[in-house]
């Protein structure tokens, strides 16, 4: 009596555990979804890559820039995010101009490259 008890207690810790990442897993990439912006790199669950250009969270839908051919998908069809606007270095994005101009005085001598 006492092995089956035991085996029981196993057995429920671990369907406990397995749900609860399942759970964590689902949220995290709700998460990620539901912080889609315009610009983002993503990739669907085909395999297509593209880039977010509008994303309608209320009819579930998002629109994507594959190389100029704009394809609408539903927001399940993201398998993964790539990149998120402002990850690339050196990437042209939103910039503190405030910031960008703290940075350059008169004597500073700028190089082409």
Known sequence: MPTILIMVLVMAGMMYFTTRQQKKAAQ???DQINALTQG???VTIGGLYGVVDEVNQA???IVL???GVYLTFELSAI???VTKVGDIPGEIGL???GA???DISED???EPS
Do not use: F, P, W
């Open 28 to 30: 995290q990439r709700q």
């Open 40 to 42: 983002d790199e993503v």
């Open 59 to 61: 009819e579930q839908k």
């Open 65 to 67: 820039d594959i190389d």
């Open 79 to 81: 398998k993964r995010v």
């Open 95 to 97: 910039v503190d101009e």
């Open 100 to 102: 960008v101009q703290a």
């Open 108 to 110: 500073t001598v700028i």
